[in-house]
């Protein structure tokens, strides 16, 4: 009877694991490019939540190939419905791309999912780059 226990316990433990796993919101630093006296940034985010957000606002900071920040900025990337993935583009004025060596998420400054500001925002957020970028956290 314990042994049945524990293994209905376990799998309990799993099942709750595995959703909130699942409950993530990806961003995926894709590509800079060049763009008229400035960087050019792509950012697909893949809203893996149940929930639809009306404002996610992130303060990011960009460093250059050898550690030393570059910009910071504010950035809305919300509205973001619930399962779906979007892109974001946004200019950085008077960086050159070539000098971005790697972005910081630094913090998610709001989190609106319309019903009030949300708590833990930056719990579920998971960072990746493509291109030989480096975007972290």
């Given at each position: 009877m314990f042994r049945i226990l524990m293994?209905?316990?376990a799998a309990l433990a799993?099942?709750?694991?595995?959703a909130a796993a699942a409950e993530r919101l990806?961003?995926?630093?894709?590509?800079?490019?060049?763009?008229?006296g400035a960087c050019r940034a792509y950012i697909v985010?893949?809203?893996?939540?149940?929930?639809?957000?009306?404002s996610l606002k992130l303060d990011?900071?960009?460093?250059?190939?050898?550690?030393?920040v570059a910009e910071r900025l504010a950035l809305e990337?919300?509205?973001?419905?619930?399962?779906?993935?979007?892109?974001?583009?946004?200019?950085?004025?008077g960086l050159a791309c070539g000098q971005v060596g790697r972005v910081l998420l630094?913090?998610?400054?709001?989190?609106?999912?319309?019903?009030?500001?949300r708590d833990g925002c930056m719990d579920f957020v998971e960072t990746?780059?493509?291109?030989?970028?480096?975007?972290?956290k």
């Open positions: 293994i209905a316990l799993l099942a709750g694991g595995a990806g961003l995926e630093l894709n590509k800079l490019e060049p763009r008229d985010i893949e809203n893996g939540t149940p929930t639809a957000f009306e990011l900071v960009m460093f250059d190939r050898e550690g030393i990337v919300a509205p973001l419905p619930a399962g779906k993935t979007s892109l974001k583009v946004f200019d950085v004025a630094n913090e998610v400054l709001a989190c609106d999912d319309g019903t009030g500001a990746s780059a493509r291109g030989g970028l480096e975007f972290i």
